[in-house]
């Protein structure tokens, strides 16, 4: 499986991903609070990993 997407598009996917994220996050924050170093957590791995595999592709 293999995709191809512009910068533009990423940017748009991202930005819609941190709005839901805004907006669950300030909904329900008193539940979120409790588990805000498990989220840091997931942030980093998930984010590091997405970086590996971005940076991996680049020829």
Known sequence: M???IKWWQLIFYETA???LGIV????WS???F??????LFLF???GLYTLHV???QIK
């Open 2 to 4: 293999s995709f191809n």
């Open 17 to 19: 991903v941190l709005s």
């Open 24 to 27: 669950l996050g300030s909904y």
């Open 30 to 32: 008193d539940f979120f």
């Open 34 to 39: 409790d588990y805000i170093y498990l989220f």
């Open 44 to 46: 980093a791995v998930c």
């Open 54 to 56: 971005l940076t991996s």
